[in-house]
């Protein structure tokens, strides 16, 4: 006969149900050590197989956060490392690197234009400033939290009338706003 405090017993060590735990033990006439071994046994080859494939999916889902990381940083660091043409006064103008990403199939146009700045006295330096204007990972961490959001299930809420835009503005124009 299985007793209540064997059952408890059994479910306090493998975290099982007790339809599991009566099944079991009764399986085992009662001996929660052999209960236990022979619940793991069955359940290893389908909870770890279970395991196996959740630690893969972690992995590859770890491999692409570091593969967006490091995407984000050389991005950042193209916004961060400018190039600067300036006369012995002040700067003429400076451009992000990752612009001449951009330019790369004018690339001898490119050539050609800071030769010529260069022969007319222009100073061109390449420097690593931090940009104020211009943050890829909240860009991207933006994106993300956006996408998570869209993925939730929505809020039921009550049905309520369409809004409708503001009659014509001043300027003589009509302001729809979508939230």
């Known amino acids: 006969m299985i007793t209540m405090e064997q059952i408890d017993e059994f479910r306090k060590r493998t975290n099982s ?102 022969m007319l006295g222009y100073k061109v330096t390449i420097r690593n400033v931090k940009s104020q204007n211009v943050d890829v990972n909240a860009f991207f961490s933006n994106i993300s939290d956006k996408v998570k959001e869209k993925n939730q299930p929505p809020v039921p809420s009550n049905p309520t009338e369409p809004r409708k835009g503001e009659e014509d503005k001043e300027d003589g124009y009509k302001e729809y706003t979508i939230e």
């Not at 193209?78 to 951009?102: C, H, N, Q």
């Not at 146009?109 to 800071?114: G, P």
């Open 17 to 118: 149900s007790y339809e599991d735990a009566k099944y079991y033990l009764e399986r085992n006439n009662g001996d929660v050590l052999d209960a236990i071994i022979d619940f793991e046994r069955s359940k290893t080859g389908r909870s770890g197989q279970r395991e196996r494939h959740h630690g893969q999916s972690f992995q590859k889902n770890r491999n692409q956060q570091d593969y967006g990381h490091k995407f984000s940083d050389i991005l950042q660091k193209g916004f961060d490392t400018r190039v600067y043409v300036e006369d012995s006064k002040s700067v003429l103008f400076s451009l992000p690197i990752i612009l001449f990403l951009f330019l790369l199939p004018f690339w001898i146009i490119v050539v050609v234009m800071f030769v010529f700045l260069v």
